[in-house]
């Protein structure tokens, strides 16, 4: 009896511990909007995509604007070097809609890839985007685009 209730645990922890970090699932935020890891095989043609360097405690500002009736809104931040942290905040023209790192997308790989999704439609207007040196030794590039 007591090698089940410690074997059956240790399993059900291997088990988790193997998933795929593919296998992240979308979630609804505070806010009403589906948010997502950006699929390997994105197939949305780049509609800008900006070339820049960060260094720690910097931030780089950026804005799309959202007309009526857009539903998807992915996001790909790319710097490549794990070992820097940046972030990217995300905000509506009323409200802090995300705050990304990199492991948030199911990777620790240098790169934050995400989708807001809201059926009913994104807010129109102007949405803002901060890219933000966390940790950064010396400077780093990168590439910030959106779909």
Known sequence: MNA????????LMAALLTLPAYALESEVNDCGYEIAPLPEEHQWMSVL??????TQGGTDRYTKSVSNGETDLPLDLNWGNSANSLSL????PTTVVAIFHDADDGKNDGRIGM???NS????????????HGESVHGTEDYTFEWY
């Open 120 to 131: 009913g439609g994104l807010e129109p207007g102007t949405w803002t985007f901060l890219v």
């Open 49 to 54: 995509r900006n070339y820049a360097t960060i």
């Open 115 to 117: 989708i807001i999704r």
């Open 4 to 11: 089940c209730r410690i074997l059956i645990p240790v399993l």
């Open 89 to 92: 905040t995300v905000s509506s």
